[in-house]
């Protein structure tokens, strides 16, 4: 490895959870890219019948096709019958229309699983707005299992989960995502991938990332800070009851739910699950805020359930417990800091 210095303190770069950091000040450089020939984005051409979401390896452009034969060349989108004479304008647009969806087969033979699998992936990446930095290491590892057990892989797509699972754990705070999403953005795109399952498939293969430790609820505090406060009905709220910006409320709800958590000790938590306590932890702060500059909250339960989609009563079990502890002092802390935002 290069040896790469600080911009700030001059100290040597470490590579830590897919990203070079700093260990002395902590500042966070750029994401680590491992070589890998996979690569996701749009078709650039001129030709607008051709641009869309694909997948290639090698650089080699693959649309994943369900039909075992091709239609046409591939560049061609004028037909001929089999004496090679044009066939008539009505059919040559349905067979355009065809082949928009359904093209380049050839180009996938022999290798329709990998294809296929990278296409759900392309797909789950976007319904959960995966970073290109998780993106690739997911590709990465998917392709490093794959070719390390290739006979011990019977299931490419619940591969393909796994991958995804084990970039998210790696980058922690860069991708909170839970299990449960993970497996129910593949359930809603029809594939079986039940926890388990990844739980199994990862013994199978004897993988042990040490980085894939327990989740806290810190890791979780500016995801659900911003699912809440950038949600339609709670920013008219904010406004009309707070009158501040809903940008500088969102940093103050961070702000107050990090100290929250600086507040009760993991051991306490129990086995409380670490998404719905942060979920809880946003309620707790706004009802802190809204009683130091005397006015009533912009949030209930039902508001933070429906934005972070945590079932309500939990909210309600959580906020009960975080009530346990005393905040005064940091909520003062906080609000003098930031009082001018409130004149």
Do not use: W
């Not at 001129?46 to 560049?75: C, F, H, M």
């Not at 090679?84 to 290798?111: C, D, M, T, W």
């Not at 991708?175 to 039940?194: F, N, Q, W």
């Not at 002092?329 to 001018?340: L, P, R, Y």
């Amino acid at each position: 490895m290069v040896d790469y210095r600080c911009d700030e303190c001059n100290s040597r770069i470490i590579e830590q959870n897919g990203l070079y950091t700093c260990p002395s000040c902590g500042l966070v450089h750029e994401p680590v890219i491992k070589s890998s020939s996979f690569q996701l984005g749009s078709i650039a051409s001129k030709d607008q019948r051709k641009k869309q979401q694909y997948t290639s390896i090698n650089n080699q452009l693959a649309v994943v096709s369900s039909l075992g034969s091709s239609i046409g060349a591939v560049e061609e989108y004028l037909f001929r019958d089999a004496q090679g004479s044009l066939i008539g304008e009505h059919s040559q647009g349905k067979f355009r229309k065809f082949k928009n969806f359904y093209h380049i087969p050839g180009a996938v033979k022999g290798r329709e699983t990998d294809y296929r699998t990278l296409k759900i992936m392309n797909e789950v990446f976007s319904r959960l707005h995966i970073p290109n930095n998780i993106r690739d290491r997911t590709l990465y590892l998917y392709r490093k299992y794959k070719k390390e057990h290739k006979d011990k892989i019977t299931n490419h797509v619940l591969l393909s989960a796994l991958c995804l699972l084990l970039a998210v754990r790696e980058n922690k705070q860069n991708c909170p995502l839970t299990l449960k999403e993970i497996v129910g953005t593949y359930s809603e795109l029809g594939h079986r991938v039940l926890g388990k399952n990844l739980l199994a498939l990862m013994q199978k293969l004897d993988i042990k990332s040490p980085l894939a430790g327990i989740r806290r609820s810190e890791e979780y505090v500016f995801r659900v800070c911003s699912l809440v406060s950038n949600d339609s009905i709670t920013k008219e709220r904010i406004e009309k009851k707070y009158v501040i910006d809903v940008f500088v409320y969102e940093k103050l709800l961070q702000l107050l739910c990090l100290r929250i958590f600086e507040r009760i000790p993991n051991p306490d938590r129990g086995g409380r699950r670490p998404y719905p306590l942060s979920a809880a932890s946003v309620y707790v702060a706004d009802k802190l805020l809204a009683k130091k500059i005397g006015r009533s909250s912009a949030l209930t339960q039902k508001l933070v359930a429906q934005a972070t989609n945590v079932a309500e009563f939990t909210i309600r079990d959580h906020a009960e417990f975080i009530f346990r502890y005393d905040y005064d002092d940091i909520v003062t802390e906080i609000s003098n800091q930031i009082s001018s935002n409130f004149s």
